[in-house]
């Protein structure tokens, strides 16, 4: 009889319990630093794509100097600005002029006032900006709870009642919501300021702060007065209102629609089974997984957010670069709608990437 020996398979020579670095990538574990140093980088091919293409487009119409001041000039003029300015060289060479420009921080000059597309940016940066984390505020305050409870009233009235609000928070236009509300709080029920940042008496206060930052708020508690603090306060509302609703609509139905998928899967299930009230439920369970998507959709709201200052801060007189913005497409200043059009996309790509990263450290999974 013969007895024939089966050789071990040598697949492996590892030690049973020891993990190798490839096993490990498998499992899971890291990922996190080549994740934001590959999204780190895309930022740069993103805003170079994004001031391409402002470039070109605004130099579809001509040069700025014909668009700003054409028929208000004398020809002779308007060519020797034209020739001071460069907008006579070839495109091409103004392009790459335009780029090493950029590379040093020098956005260029506006053509209307002759300042510093720069100092624009600087002086009018802080009212969007503190515009932009109102309207954050307003859209998590309200977004997020009504959300919650549409899920728990699933296929009930309040939940169709609330579906609807989100619906006309998203489709209603911003500058038509802040009319609304202008008319209904501040011309019929006389509650609040009908425009601006503040009152003439708080706009002298702020101007006296030693170290000013642009930001209201800011500026109004280093006053030290609490009536000024109110007074700017009160005008923040109805702005922050307007925008936020916008953003609000989208938060509301995101988080309906994770908490409801949340409340179907497996370990709620079982949780339920074990006789957990449905409350607790949505609070413990449902809560926490439905924020990641929104989270993730906060990068892409930046950029709805800043489209829609610029007609927020135009019904309100709000005084930040979306009213500027206005201001410099009425005179056909190209340079400086350019500058602050670079800025925004600077701006949204950046926000992008921070979002990416957060929910990169919430959600494992979103780095493979």
């Known amino acids: 009889m013969t007895t024939t020996t089966t050789e071990p398979t040598t697949g492996s020579t590892e030690p049973a319990g020891e993990a190798t670095p490839a096993r490990k990538r498998r499992s899971g574990g890291g990922g996190l630093g080549s994740y934001v140093l590959i999204r780190f980088l895309l930022i740069f091919p993103t805003i170079f794509i994004l001031v391409t293409t402002v470039f070109f487009l605004m130099r579809a119409t001509g040069d700025p100097i014909t668009a700003a001041l054409g028929g208000r ?3 002779d003029q308007l060519a020797e600005r034209i020739s001071q300015a460069g907008y006579d060289r070839p495109l091409f060479t103004q392009y790459l002029e335009y780029l090493g420009n ?3 921080g020098d956005f260029g000059t506006t053509l209307s006032d002759r300042r510093p597309v720069s100092e624009v940016l600087t002086t009018f940066g802080a009212a969007t900006l503190e ?5 954050l505020i307003v859209a998590f305050v309200i977004g997020i ?4 409870i549409a899920a728990y009233f699933r296929d009930r009235t309040p939940d169709a009642l609330l579906r609807v609000f989100a619906i006309l928070c998203y489709a209603t236009p911003v500058f038509f919501a802040g009319l609304l509300l202008k008319l209904i709080f501040s011309v019929w029920l006389d ?5 601006g940042r503040a009152s003439t008496i708080a706009e002298i206060q702020l101007q006296s702060v030693d170290n000013p930052t642009g ?6 508690i280093q006053t030290g007065d609490g009536e000024v603090i109110s007074d700017v306060l009160q005008h923040a509302i109805l702005p922050s209102l307007a925008l936020g609703l916008l953003t609000a609509g989208v938060f509301l139905r995101l988080v309906r629609t994770n908490v409801i998928g949340t409340l179907g899967t497996g370990y709620v299930e079982a949780a339920r089974s ?8 949505l609070r413990k369970h449902a809560y926490r997984p439905a924020l990641i998507p929104i989270i993730t959709v906060i990068g892409l709201q930046t950029a709805l957010l800043l489209v829609g200052a610029v007609l927020t801060e135009t019904t309100f007189e709000w005084r930040g670069l979306g009213f500027q913005l206005s201001q410099y497409l009425q005179a056909r200043d190209f340079v400086a709608v350019q500058g602050i059009v670079v800025l925004l996309a600077v701006i949204v790509a950046v926000t992008n990437f921070i979002v990416d990263v957060i929910a990169a450290l919430i959600d494992p999974r979103v780095r493979y």
């Open 145 to 148: 709870p009504l959300g919650m």
């Open 191 to 195: 509650w609040l300021p009908v425009a």
């Open 215 to 220: 930001i209201a708020l800011v500026d109004a």
């Open 102 to 104: 950029l590379l040093q």
């Open 131 to 135: 515009l932009s984390v109102y309207a």
């Open 274 to 281: 074990r006789g957990v009230a449905e409350s607790r439920l």
């Open 73 to 75: 000039l004398p020809a």
